[in-house]
Every structure is written in structure tokens, then in C-alpha cells.
């Protein structure tokens, strides 16, 4: 399958680890910042075809992973309430919330439906027009388009029956972030290729610049990622430090602006607290005044609340990439997918579900 089959190839994956080896001389910490591309190093094993100086940390770029707490809990409150319909994509269904999580709240007899696609969740409140639809909302650049689409099409239809939920982050600013952090041990990331197919990948430029560290935008397949990998060492063991882009086939400087002016119609830059991380200055959107009326928050008067991190989780140290899943004393003992106690573990993009799912025979060793 072209564009497929030649990004999985071994020969050229372990051709691109062997030219890394020979290039690496010292220490290197490396983030990749989507749980995509961490579960594409798990599923082939590409961490082992790497030397030993190359360390792969996980970044906090599993949008399930990083919504906050409040967000799931303000979503079991409206989906227990019997005049509403909750949609959301299927794994925020499983998120444990403080005290309870979708599902429950489902088993429990609340109208909790999944989608497959944003738009589906207008087709039931035009379907529904004596029920109140709340979209749970959630993801980063690359479904923001999408996620204003639903906001877009219900104003435009004068749905007064949907509103969301938004919970949306970007990029750039948890990089930001992670680089001024004291603790902060990446010399190096890989930038989310989805991410930029949407915006572009100038954007990126002034981490470099203001940091000056490397960023290589990369896929998702072990060829690309082997890729993104040996530009990001060949900058590093040079002293540069540049924005390349590894994704050309998906990615070009500017992305796609018909996509972003969707979102600008809808959202706007907000600060935006991260699941882990705490509140990053302008790095979420939530939904401008024009459409306060879609706005699940304002609609049903929900207050702002604060909620603890489960004690025991380390998953805020896991998507800063100061430790890795199975350094959790609770991974796969106690926690497990089916019996989560943090996001991580329960998102198909979770760094903690990654390991797991590839990785079960270092829990059992
Ligand atoms: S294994 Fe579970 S408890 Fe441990 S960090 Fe991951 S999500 Fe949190």
C-alpha cells in the first residue's frame, strides 16, 4: 500500500537505526510529544534498535491524557441529568472522573452515546429536538477544525438544543512550558505531524529560536519516526539547532488555512489547564462570545471547580517525560486499561496503555 508499506519496511527502519548508532556519541533526551508516535515505538520496538545514549521520553500529546479532571467530572454532572444526551469519542467514556466516569454514569441509565464524528453529534440534536445535546469535546489542532465545525453548523441552523464542552490544547505553548520547566531534561522533540498538517509548521520556528532546540516535525510510521530521530541526532551532535520537517508528504510550512479559519471563526486562545501539568498561559480555545450560546458551561450555569489529582497516579511526571510508565509502582499491578486510575492508561494514545499493550512481559519479569 503505497505510502504505507515503505514507511514500515525493516530493511530501511534498521538501516535508519544503524546510521543513528554511528552517529551518536553522547547522552541525547529526546521527546516525542503525540501518543501516536509513542505507541508506534512500542508496537515495532524502536526504542530497542536505538543505542544506548538515546533516551525516548514521552511527551503530553494524548488529548485524552491531558484533560483535566474537572472537564470529565462537569461532563458526568450533565450526563446524569435525565433531559440530557452526552456524546464524546469512546475512550473519554472510561476516564475516571472523581468520583464516577461516563460509562457508569451510562450503566446507570444516562443517555451516553458514542460518535465516530463530530458532525454526528448535530445530527442528534437535530434528531432530538426535545433533549439537550452536550458534545464532549476534546483533542488538539488536529480536531479543533472539526470540533468548530459542530458549533459552526448548529448556529448556522439555529440548533438552541446543542452545546459543547470544550477542552481543547495546542502544542506550541506545552512546549513552551515543558522548556522552562527546572526539571525540563529534552534536548531535543519530535513535533506532531497531524498537528501540523493542520498548522503548518512555522509555527514552531520561535521555540527554536528562543530555546534553541531542535524540533523535527515527523510521522507516525517506524520508517518516519527512525527518520525524525537521525535529523534530530544529526542536529544535536553538530551544535544546531533547526526546524526540519521529516513529514513532507502531510506537512508544508503554512497547513491548512481553510481548516484554521474554521477554528478562528469559532474559538479563540484561552488559558488552558493541562491534566498533569497545571495551567499554561494561551495554550487552549474555548468558544467565543458569538457563540456563548453553544457553550455547555454557560448554558447550565456550571461553575468553575477544583478537583486533586488521584494520590498514587504519576502520570503529571510521565507527560513531562521525567518518568516513564513503568516506573509507576501502580502500572500493571493494580492499574491496568480495564481498571484505570489515570488517563494515560486508558487512552488509545496513552503512553501508560502503550506500554502495557506492548510491553507485558517487563510488568510480569
Ligand atoms: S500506570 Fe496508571 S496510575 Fe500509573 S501513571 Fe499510568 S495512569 Fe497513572
Known amino acids: 500500500m503505497k505510502y504505507i508499506d515503505e514507511y514500515r519496511d ?3 527502519a534498521h538501516a535508519l537505526a544503524a546510521e543513528i548508532g554511528q552517529r551518536v556519541t553522547r ?3 529526546l521527546m516525542e510529544i503525540c501518543g501516536g508516535q509513542t505507541h508506534t515505538i512500542m508496537r515495532y520496538g524502536l526504542d530497542e534498535l536505538l543505542p544506548p545514549g538515546l533516551e525516548l521520553v514521552h511527551g503530553p500529546g494524548c488529548p485524552v491524557c491531558v484533560t483535566p479532571l474537572e472537564t470529565i467530572d462537569k461532563a458526568v454532572d450533565l450526563a446524569s441529568r435525565p433531559e440530557v444526551i452526552l456524546v464524546s469519542y469512546g475512550d473519554m467514556l472510561r476516564v475516571p472522573g472523581s468520583s464516577s466516569d461516563l460509562f457508569r454514569v451510562k450503566a446507570q441509565g444516562g443517555d451516553v452515546r458514542v460518535i465516530y464524528s463530530p458532525l454526528e453529534a448535530v445530527k442528534i440534536a437535530r434528531a432530538n429536538p426535545d433533549r439537550k445535546v452536550v458534545f464532549l469535546a476534546i483533542g488538539f489542532e488536529t480536531t479543533a477544525p ?3 465545525m459542530t458549533a459552526w453548523q448548529a448556529k448556522r441552523e439555529g440548533l438552541t438544543n446543542f452545546s459543547i464542552i470544550v477542552s481543547h490544547v495546542l502544542v506550541p505553548p506545552a512546549i513552551r512550558a515543558l522548556m522552562v520547566s527546572p526539571q525540563n531534561r529534552v534536548q531535543g522533540f519530535i513535533a506532531p505531524g497531524h498537528v501540523c498538517t493542520v498548522m503548518g509548521c512555522g509555527e514552531y ?7 534553541q532546540v531542535p524540533i523535527v516535525v515527523g510521522g507516525f510510521e517506524p520508517v518516519d519516526f527512525l527518520e525524525a530521530v537521525l535529523l534530530l541526532v544529526k542536529q544535536l551532535e553538530s551544535g544546531e539547532a533547526r526546524l526540519e520537517n521529516q513529514y513532507v ?8 488555512l481553510s481548516a484554521q479559519a474554521v477554528v478562528k471563526e469559532v474559538f479563540e486562545e484561552a488559558d488552558q489547564k493541562w491534566r498533569g501539568l497545571g495551567v499554561i498561559p494561551r495554550s487552549g480555545l474555548r468558544l467565543r462570545e458569538a ?30 517525560g521525567l518518568r516513564k510508565p513503568s516506573d509507576c509502582a501502580a502500572f500493571g499491578m493494580r492499574r491496568t486499561p480495564e481498571n484505570p486510575l489515570g488517563a494515560p492508561m486508558v487512552s488509545s494514545e496513552g503512553a501508560c496503555a502503550a506500554y502495557y499493550r506492548y510491553r507485558r512481559h517487563a510488568v510480569a519479569s
Open 10 to 12: 525493516h530493511r530501511i
Open 27 to 29: 547522552q541525547w533526551v
Open 146 to 148: 472539526a470540533n468548530a
Open 205 to 211: 520556528e520561535s521555540l527554536v529560536r528562543d530555546f
Open 249 to 256: 508528504r502531510s506537512v508544508n510550512y503554512l497547513g491548512n
Open 291 to 320: 457563540y456563548a450560546a453553544h457553550d455547555a458551561c454557560r448554558v447550565f450555569g456550571l461553575s468553575d471547580i477544583h478537583v486533586d489529582e488521584p494520590a498514587g497516579c504519576s502520570s503529571a511526571e510521565i507527560l513531562q
